[in-house]
């Protein structure tokens, strides 16, 4: 599995919208045995262009994208954490996710009714924040109540767990309080290994999907500009999405006609594939490839894996019988055409344990079970 993302945000600001577009196009589900089939949780291809040249080059019986699994989690409104809406049903759904995608109305439209009645997304960002903050601090408190009983405890690994716990609950507890995420604090690895359990809301990933009309797609609208300037200080990614732009795309049948229909309207990318970026950029991810006869296909390992890291995506087996990889990069097959000439060129190595993947290599792992 590659990533996933949960799109939550305030009722009527376009959320099925894009999820439903996002997942026109499921992925193919055989090749992820593992996933769940519920209707809020859709598999999509990665866009990748360079696996496309790579079937050019060396066409493969099969081609398997890295695919991302988006969720549309409904039920997120004020008042969500002590029970509003949906109450707490939505937060076991957010838990599960590695980004947050949170959309926010910026279009104007006196049809589709806000739930506070003026589009305001500075003040809708800050209602649902509130909300992940305030659920957050109630897995702060339960723990903190815990912890006189494990001071007193007999085991020493509890008592010192306890002793580094109390002062990093406080004051989580005190930010929190004032709405402030978790992931706006500084951790010592030690603490980290105690938030890390904690599974907190606010220490996940959040990227802005800001969903605009056509012309906000063009040029950043006054909603769109006070968001960016809002998200800068933290260093949250912030993209613009026509929901509206994304279904009309998603009813198209053919990739031609897709792309003809970007082109028209003067877009280099679609919205899906702006936030899948945005996704892996956030959360540090890269793609490798395998290439081959049978099958081509992308697979997604965090930015810093080794080799054998890289190898134990595709099987645990991989990774414990590492031997060595061979390696070049795509790029090296766009110049060279073949693996032949890549290896004249010197641009085929062999490469061992300590070996750090780039994004774009094309591997070949050498193992022994
Ligand atoms: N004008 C306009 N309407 C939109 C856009 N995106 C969604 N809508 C409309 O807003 C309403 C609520 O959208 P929906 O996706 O159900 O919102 P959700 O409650 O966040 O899931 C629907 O009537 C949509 O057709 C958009 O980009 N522009
Ligand atoms: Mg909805």
């Known amino acids: 599995m590659g990533m996933n993302c949960g799109i939550v945000g305030?009722?009527?600001?376009?959320?099925?919208?894009?999820?439903?577009?996002?997942?026109?196009?499921?992925?193919?589900?055989a090749n992820y045995p593992f996933c769940t089939i519920d209707p809020n949780v859709g598999l999509v291809n990665m866009p990748d262009k360079r696996l496309d040249k790579i079937c050019e080059i060396i066409p493969p019986q099969k081609r398997i994208p890295a695919v991302v699994e988006f969720v549309d989690i409904?039920?997120?409104?004020?008042?969500?954490?002590?029970g509003e809406g949906l109450g707490n049903q939505f937060l076991s759904h957010i838990r599960q996710v590695g980004v947050i995608c949170h959309v926010v109305r910026c279009f104007e439209d006196a049809n589709i009714i806000h739930v506070n009645n003026v589009v305001a997304p500075l003040s809708d960002i800050e209602t649902i924040n509130t909300e992940l903050a305030l659920a957050d601090l109630d897995t702060v408190e339960k723990r903190l109540e815990k912890i006189p009983k494990?001071?007193?405890?007999?085991?020493?690994?509890?008592?010192k767990e306890a002793k580094l716990s109390e002062p990093l609950l406080g004051r989580l507890k005190e930010a929190l309080s004032e709405a402030k995420p978790a992931r706006s604090l500084e951790y010592t690895n030690d603490e980290a290994l105690i938030i890390r359990d904690l599974h907190l809301?606010?220490?996940?990933?959040?990227?802005?999907?800001?969903?605009?009309d056509e012309a906000g797609l063009e040029s950043d609208n006054e909603h769109v500009k006070a968001i960016k300037e809002a998200c800068a200080a933290e260093g949250t990614l912030v993209v613009t999405?026509?929901?509206q732009l994304e279904a009309d795309i998603a009813a198209l049948e053919t990739q031609e006609e897709k792309d003809e229909f970007l082109a028209e309207a003067g877009l280099e990318e679609s919205g899906l594939s702006k936030l899948i970026h945005a996704g892996y950029a956030a959360l540090g991810l890269q793609t490798y490839f395998t290439a081959g006869t049978d099958e081509n296909r992308a697979w997604t390992v965090p930015v810093g894996a080794t080799a054998p890291e890289a190898a134990g995506v595709i099987h645990t087996d991989f990774q414990r019988g590492f031997i060595k990889a061979e390696v070049y990069h795509c790029e090296d097959l766009f110049?060279?055409?073949?693996?032949?000439?890549?290896?004249?060129?010197?641009?085929?190595?062999?490469?061992?344990?300590?070996?750090?993947?780039?994004?774009?290599?094309?591997?070949?792992?050498?193992?022994?079970?």
Not at 74 to 82: E, F, Q, Y
Not at 203 to 208: E, N, V
């Open 150 to 159: 494990m001071l007193r405890s007999p085991d020493k690994d509890m008592q």
């Open 10 to 29: 305030l009722p009527n600001v376009g959320k099925s919208t894009i999820f439903s577009a996002l997942t026109s196009a499921p992925a193919e589900a």
């Open 335 to 369: 110049e060279f055409k073949t693996e032949d000439a890549i290896r004249k060129a010197g641009k085929l190595r062999q490469e061992g344990k300590g070996y750090v993947v780039k994004d774009g290599d094309i591997m070949h792992f050498k193992f022994n079970v």
């Open 241 to 243: 999405i026509c929901g």
């Open 201 to 212: 809301l606010t220490m996940k990933k959040q990227i802005i999907v800001c969903n605009v």
């Open 74 to 82: 409904a039920g997120l409104v004020a008042g969500a954490s002590k």
